[in-house]
């Protein structure tokens, strides 16, 4: 009887020593994971999004650039360069960053051009809750030369910044500067109300690029699959995968460095969870092999756009630089109110890109949406959040200044 006693206890212990061990394992396992993904590495890559961020210069302009490099841009390549002028000390100079392109979805560099004027509408809400009113004269050396466009990226500038103290000038989307541009989940399939509608038009009023929102059922399902569409052809263009690759940083200290791509916070992912997905991928590479990325953005693609509200088009009559950078104010302008009202977008960008394989779905929704031969520039979802999006990695205010 004691006999038996003794052993259950023995067989008991053994258990528990056993169940412990494999709990230690895991436990340091998982810290290990954790660590590799970078959790006790301080993400210097996100200070930009502090409220006092812009309170490190006392001059200005360096305030509002401070602001303006938390625009959108495409793949997040943050493509500025801001010279200050050294005759007006209310004057900057806006160029674009002919290291930062990205050829292969953007073979025109119009998604490029398209991104300084998101720039230009973040910096004209800075200075308008800093009590100054801002005004662009675009490319005021004249418009790029095509033939060396690289070359005249870096000696044109695509706006002249003037900066005047302005008691009258008020602004409603300050808040909303801080918050992420894109939100890529699901939104909840409430239709946007009259007076969102109504608010987000109006704001095409001023501009030379022309917005369409469109909500009806036809419509979600067409511009839905063309989003799809272009997705799935993004993902069988090895170039376009290949440049996405190479600007996603998958630990927070090639964050750290890179401070612009792509990381996993553009899939949603935070926290805990982030540093698990940054430790995974870290020590088993493999998962983030091309079939399981393009599987990925193609689930992602397809979710978003069975739960969208409504869809807007940015389009221009022709297609000039200007008209690029005019589409790209507009675009941040309606994001950032959407943003006050509620709302939120994310850019679906494939079918208008500009690459053979991209030819067909591009003719097609330029025949139905811009049939009088205007460019479309920006497709964007739209809708109400069903998660807040996390913010992602943008550069030092330092590191886009030149000096003349
Ligand atoms: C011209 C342009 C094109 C873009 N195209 C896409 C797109 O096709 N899909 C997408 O999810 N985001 C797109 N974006 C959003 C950027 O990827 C996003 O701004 C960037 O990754 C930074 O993230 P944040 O906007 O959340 O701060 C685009 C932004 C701009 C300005």
């Known amino acids: 009887m004691n006999d038996n006693i003794a052993k259950a206890h023995r067989a008991r212990r053994t258990v528990f020593i056993t169940i412990g061990a494999v709990a230690c394992v895991l436990a340091l396992s998982l810290g290990a994971i954790l660590t590799v993904g970078g959790i006790f590495v301080p993400a210097t890559y996100l200070q930009p999004w502090k409220a006092t ?87 005021p050396d004249g418009s790029y030369d095509e033939t060396d466009l690289r070359t005249s990226m870096s000696q044109r500038p695509v706006a002249r910044i003037s900066l005047a103290k302005d008691a009258s000038v008020t602004t409603k989307d300050y808040s909303s500067l801080f918050r992420a541009d894109t939100n890529r989940a699901p939104y909840t399939v409430a239709p946007l109300t009259t007076p969102q509608t109504e608010a987000l038009t109006a704001l095409a009023d ?6 369409t929102l469109l909500s009806d059922e036809k419509n979600l399902i067409t ?34 460095e890179a401070r612009s791509g792509f990381a996993v916070e553009g899939q949603g992912t935070t926290g805990f969870k982030k540093y698990l997905l940054q430790g995974l991928l870290t020590i088993f ?6 079939t399981a990325t393009a599987k990925n953005a193609i689930t992602m693609t397809a979710a978003g756009v069975d739960n969208t509200a409504a869809y ?37 960008s494939q079918v208008l890109q500009e690459y053979p394989t991209m030819a067909a779905p591009y003719a097609a929704i330029h025949a139905q949406y811009a049939p009088e031969g205007q460019t479309i520039q920006m497709l964007v979802r739209v809708g109400t959040p069903t998660t807040e999006y996390p913010v992602s990695m943008r550069r030092d205010v330092a590191d886009l200044l030149r000096t003349p």
């Open 223 to 256: 511009l839905g699959a063309f989003g799809v569409q272009g997705t799935l052809i993004e993902t069988e263009y090895l170039a376009a995968t290949r440049e996405s690759a190479a600007v996603f940083h998958g630990t927070e200290q090639s964050k750290n």
């Open 312 to 348: 807007g088009l940015i389009s221009t009559p022709g297609n000039t630089r200007t008209e690029q950078v005019e589409a790209g104010i507009l675009y941040a302008q309606l994001s950032l109110h959407a943003r006050t009202l509620g709302l939120v977008m994310q850019p679906l």
């Open 206 to 211: 001023n501009s030379a690029a022309r917005l």
């Open 285 to 290: 590479p493999a998962l983030n092999n091309d």
């Open 53 to 139: 961020y812009y309170q490190q210069s006392t001059d200005i302009r360096v305030q509002v650039v401070a602001h303006a490099l938390l625009a959108p841009s495409g793949h997040n390549m943050q493509p500025w360069t801001v010279v200050l002028d050294t005759a007006d000390a209310n004057v900057l100079h806006l160029y674009a960053d002919s290291s930062r392109l990205t050829p292969a979805v953007d073979p025109d560099s119009r998604q490029t051009v398209v991104s300084q004027g998101a720039f230009l509408a973040y910096l004209r809400v800075a200075a308008e809750q800093l009590g100054y009113s801002a005004s662009f004269e675009l490319f």
